[in-house]
Nanobody, 124 residues
Framework: QVQLVESGGGLVQNGGSLRLSCAASGRTFSTYTMGWFRQAPGKERDLVAAINWNGGSTYYADSVKGRFTISRDNGKNTVRVYLRMNSLKPEDTGLYYC???????????????WGQGTQVTVSS
């Protein structure tokens, strides 16, 4: 059974930090590109950050460069993907989803597997 389970969301003040985690199992996710997406109320779901299978390549949306860091740990049965978020702003508020795909993020549509999301709210 494929599972992508996010955790670590919550309410934080402007300028604060959070670390999101995603536990992916049920496939050989160690060979997948992993990504974090964000969906704000009334807006489309956008890619925030991505990391290739061995961590050698990363992508960040312009809006989060220098503030967010994506990393991964390819365990034997479970791959864990982290998103460290510093200097959070109210515009970072949204539902954050973990996703996986065999291709790099330049291929569309992207996202073979998705988690249920974890809410991040940044108060001003």
């Amino acid at each position: 059974q494929v599972q992508l389970v996010e955790s670590g969301g919550g309410l934080v003040q402007n300028g604060g930090s959070l670390r999101l985690s995603c536990a992916a199992s049920g496939r050989t996710f160690s060979t997948y590109t992993m990504g974090w997406f964000r969906q704000a109320p009334g807006k489309e779901r956008d890619l925030v950050a991505a990391i290739n299978w061995n961590g050698g390549s990363t992508y960040y949306a312009d809006s989060v460069k220098g503030r967010f860091t994506i990393s991964r740990d390819n365990g034997k049965n479970t791959v864990r993907v982290y998103l460290r978020m510093n200097s959070l702003k109210p515009e970072d508020t949204g539902l954050y989803y973990c996703a996986a795909d065999r291709s790099w993020v330049t291929v569309t549509p992207w996202g073979d597997y998705w988690g249920q999301g974890t809410q991040v709210t940044v108060s001003s």
